[in-house]
Structure formats: structure tokens, C-alpha cells
T-cell receptor
Framework: AQKVTQAQTEISVVEKEDVTLDCVYE???????LFWYKQPPSGELVFLIR??????QNEISGRYSWNFQKSTSSFNFTITASQVVDSAVYFC????????????FGSGTRLQVQP | GAVVSQHPSWVICKSGTSVKIECRSL??????MFWYRQFPKQSLMLMAT?????????EQGVEKDKFLINHASLTLSTLTVTSAHPEDSSFYIC????????????????FGPGTRLTVT
């Protein structure tokens, strides 16, 4: 069975601080996909990134960066120079390779960025 | 592109009544749609997988007679909560996969904006 763990329930930072959100996953598949989504107070999920299990290159997109380490089954997300607009709940998710390709979500990390 | 809509965005109904939620893929065809439920301050939990032209697949613990899913076309899936009770109050989110996509992008799910159901 697949599992995604986001151990940090809530993080509070002051604007301009860097913050890292942790994600650890478990799967028996050799091919899988990892995702990060942002859920602002409106509730609509915003897609941030998709990463496949064979691509361990780190990715940077503006103030966002992701560190995928297969050896530790982790896919961490860092926001550099955080802003108030980054305040949201962030979910890490794992997609199985076969069949339905359903998503298994972590429990989410609520990020509060204080001005 | 890849827009998914849900209707209604919020609904209040009385205990014992049924309510239908629609999920539409607006600019792509979706052979597979997913229905998730999210209770306040909790994660998204997959309820069922909706397959066009066939019966939905329900997750363990989800009552299929209570949560009726119909996926009659490639762009529409509906979730009907029958005989709703206050404990069914939740945020219901659908997602859809684009049937035309292949490879890595076929794993992508496009999410609707969600429907907030309150049962009084």
C-alpha cells in the first residue's frame, strides 16, 4: 500500500524567511509520480509540480524548489523568501503506476506567513 | 486548457434529502474521474473512481448505495449523496484525467474547485 507522510502539521514563518516542507513516501512500485499541490483558503487545489521516479534532478521554479531523494524516499519543497500570499495548505501526493493512477495524499502542511 | 468545473460550488440541504454534484471537464475528454472528500483541516480522501460507461470503483468504507456515481459521458460525472445526514457535510472535490494524454502527463489530474456541502 502507498503512503505519504507530511510530519509538519503547521509551520509559521515571518515574511522573507525560507521554509522547507517535508514529504516522505512509501510505495512498492518502481515507477511512480510525486506531486505537490497548494490549497489556498478558497479550497481549489493548485498544481505545483510533478516528478517521476526516474528523475532525481532537483527543480527550481522562481522562489520554489524541490529536492527529490529516492534513497530516503523524500520529496521536499522549499519556498525561498516567503511571502504572505504563500500562506496555504500544501499537499504532497503520490500516484501509482498502474490501473487507475489514483492519488494518495499526505495529511498536508499548513503554512502561515506573517507580515 | 484542462479546466474542470463543479456545480454547485456550495449547497445546503436538509437531513434526509439527496443532493447531486456535477463534475465537468470543459476542454478535454475524461475517461476517468475521481471523487475526493475533505473534512475540515484534513487531507483529501479518495472516495471513488468514476469510469465512463462502467460502474464506479469505490474505496473501502465508502457506501456505494449512499454515494451514487454516474459517468455517462466523457465530460460529465455526477455524485449523488442520497439521504444526506449532517455527518456527510464536507468539501467534495472531483478531478479528471485527460484521455488524450500519454506518458508522464497522463498521470496528471485536473481538479475542480470543489463543492461545499452542508447538511442541516
Amino acid at each position: 500500500a502507498q503512503k505519504v507522510t507530511q510530519a509538519q502539521t503547521e509551520i509559521s514563518v515571518v515574511e522573507k524567511e525560507d521554509v522547507t516542507l517535508d514529504c516522505v513516501y512509501e510505495t512498492r512500485d518502481t515507477t511512480y509520480y510525486l506531486f505537490w499541490y497548494k490549497q489556498p483558503p478558497s479550497g481549489e487545489l493548485v498544481f505545483l509540480i510533478r516528478r517521476n521516479s526516474f528523475d532525481e534532478q532537483n527543480e527550481i521554479s522562481g522562489r520554489y524548489s524541490w529536492n527529490f531523494q529516492k534513497s530516503t524516499s523524500s520529496f521536499n519543497f522549499t519556498i525561498t523568501a516567503s511571502q504572505v500570499v504563500d500562506s496555504a495548505v500544501y499537499f504532497c501526493a503520490l500516484s501509482e503506476d498502474t490501473g487507475r493512477r489514483a492519488l494518495t495524499f499526505g495529511s498536508g502542511t499548513r503554512l502561515q506567513v506573517q507580515p | 486548457g484542462a479546466v474542470v468545473s463543479q456545480h454547485p460550488s456550495w449547497v445546503i440541504c436538509k437531513s434526509g434529502t439527496s443532493v447531486k454534484i456535477e463534475c465537468r471537464s470543459l476542454d478535454f475528454q475524461a475517461t476517468t474521474m475521481f471523487w475526493y472528500r475533505q473534512f475540515p483541516k484534513q487531507s483529501l480522501m479518495l472516495m471513488a473512481t468514476s469510469n465512463e460507461g462502467s460502474k464506479a470503483t469505490y474505496e473501502q468504507g465508502v457506501e456505494k448505495d449512499k454515494f451514487l456515481i454516474n459517468h455517462a459521458s466523457l465530460t460529465l460525472s455526477t455524485l449523488t449523496v442520497t439521504s444526506a445526514h449532517p455527518e456527510d457535510s464536507s468539501f467534495y472535490i472531483c478531478s479528471a484525467r485527460d484521455a488524450a494524454r500519454q506518458g508522464a502527463s497522463s498521470y496528471e489530474q485536473y481538479f475542480g474547485p470543489g463543492t461545499r456541502l452542508t447538511v442541516t
